[in-house]
């Protein structure tokens, strides 16, 4: 069974405090993704990874930043968390090969800065 | 860039069809596929079109045109767990690897 976890399902942040969301995945995919859910706003991607050390931007990346050092795990980081960044967080994870259509997400982490 | 829009919320009764459209504005494009997503869970993959046409799996089938950049969801016997929101997503808008969502359609079926 595949499977994408997420080592946090909720945490509470104070303002300016840097912040590490940690994904794993089980199915020896080659890319990887954060993206960021609100209401009304859909999922809308941050940051996805094609390759180990490899990452590309996605449509919101201010603020954050990533690291892929491992084929399975893939870290979201807030440098310096700000309250607009309070959000539920969904990892992802899906096949490089050009069929791979099925994206498998993580159950998510919510995050509340104060 | 890219953009999709999709109705944010449908109502349809117990055992009725529904269909949920998308429409894609991107700069590059693979396939549409379609998630849904229940309160409080994560979105679960549904169905994937990289041709024109309709796929069907069991009651949900899905449908694209390309030309058109125009895709959709047709629910069938509608049932009271298929209330959750579902979501159109763009494979390609920059590499093939990038997939972008929509802002998701929240379904209620009643009785």
């Known amino acids: 069974d595949v499977k994408v976890t997420q080592s946090s399902r909720y945490l509470v942040k104070r303002t300016g405090e840097k912040v590490f969301l940690e994904c794993v995945q089980d199915?020896?995919?080659?890319?990887m993704f954060w993206y960021r859910q609100d209401p009304g706003l859909g999922l809308r991607l941050i940051y996805f990874?094609?390759?180990?050390?490899?990452?590309e931007k996605g449509d919101i990346p201010e603020g954050y930043s990533v690291s892929r050092e491992k084929k399975e795990r893939f870290s979201l980081i807030l440098e310096s968390a700000s309250t607009n960044q309070t959000s539920m967080y969904l990892c992802?994870?899906?096949?490089?090969?050009?069929?791979?259509?099925?994206?498998?997400f993580g159950e998510g982490s919510w995050l509340t800065v104060v | 860039g890219q953009s999709l829009e999709q109705p944010s919320e449908v109502t349809a009764v117990e055992g009725a069809i529904v269909q949920i459209n998308c429409t894609y504005q991107?700069?590059?494009?693979?396939?549409l596929s379609w998630y849904q997503q229940h309160d409080g869970g994560a979105p679960t993959f549904l169905s994937y079109?990289?041709?024109?046409g309709l796929e069907e799996t069991g009651r949900f089938s899905s449908f694209l045109s390309r030309s058109d950049s125009y895709g959709y969801l047709l629910l069938q016997e509608l049932q009271m767990k298929d209330s959750a929101s579902y979501f159109c997503?763009?494979?390609?808008?920059?590499?093939?690897?990038?997939?972008?969502f929509g802002t998701g359609t929240k379904l209620q079926v009643i009785p």
């Open positions: 997503a763009v494979k390609g808008s920059g590499g093939y690897q990038k997939v972008t």
């Open positions: 991107t700069s590059g494009f693979y396939g």
């Open positions: 199915m020896d995919h080659e890319n």
């Open positions: 990874s094609y390759d180990v050390k490899m990452k």
């Open positions: 079109n990289a041709l024109d």
């Open positions: 992802a994870s899906s096949s490089g090969q050009l069929s791979g259509n099925t994206i498998y």
